[in-house]
């Protein structure tokens, strides 16, 4: 991983108190969303937009031959979540899924991209089918690729 920086944790305390879990335990636990084992989580590591201070998110694990999606829903709010402005000041974000930690680049899908990697985002998290229907925006698909 390469992201140097002073952390900042989240103000949300059950990130924080996932992140920190996940990260002591090399992904041992804390690794599942809260309650449901069928929907794993990554931890993706970006830098802040504006203060440039590492920050820590526990993202549903959507993964097809090394690539991963990060899926700005942000539950169906009507603006992104403040990750979504991270990933595109700083596209460089580190992930960790279970005990394996890579340095990977964002970039927004579109098009056709973008609809192959939803429909394998609502496979994985069906959720999300919701949240699309619950805001106006388009919500973002960042794909991450290993540097």
């Known amino acids: 991983m390469t992201l140097e920086g002073e952390y900042e944790p989240s103000p949300e305390q059950w990130v924080r108190d996932q992140v920190a879990e996940y990260e002591a ?3 041992q636990r804390a690794n599942i969303l809260r309650g449901h084992p069928e929907w794993p989580i990554v931890v993706i590591t970006s830098k802040g937009a504006k ?3 590492l920050r820590k998110n ?3 694990r959507v993964e097809h031959d ?3 999606a990060a899926v700005a829903s942000q539950g169906g709010a009507p603006t992104h979540p403040t990750w979504y402005h ?6 460089e974000v580190d992930l960790q899924d279970g005990a ?4 990977y680049r964002a970039r927004i899908a579109e098009g056709d991209e973008r609809a192959e990697w939803w429909e394998r985002a609502v496979a994985q998290y069906s959720p999300y089918a919701e949240y699309q229907e619950k805001t ?3 919500i973002p698909v960042f794909l991450l690729e290993r540097v």
């Open 25 to 27: 335990s090399n992904g």
């Open 51 to 53: 203060s440039g201070k």
């Open 58 to 60: 526990p993202v549903m």
């Open 66 to 68: 090394g690539v991963y």
């Open 86 to 91: 991270n990933f595109v000041a700083h596209p």
């Open 100 to 103: 394996e930690k890579h340095t």
């Open 136 to 138: 106006d925006r388009e």
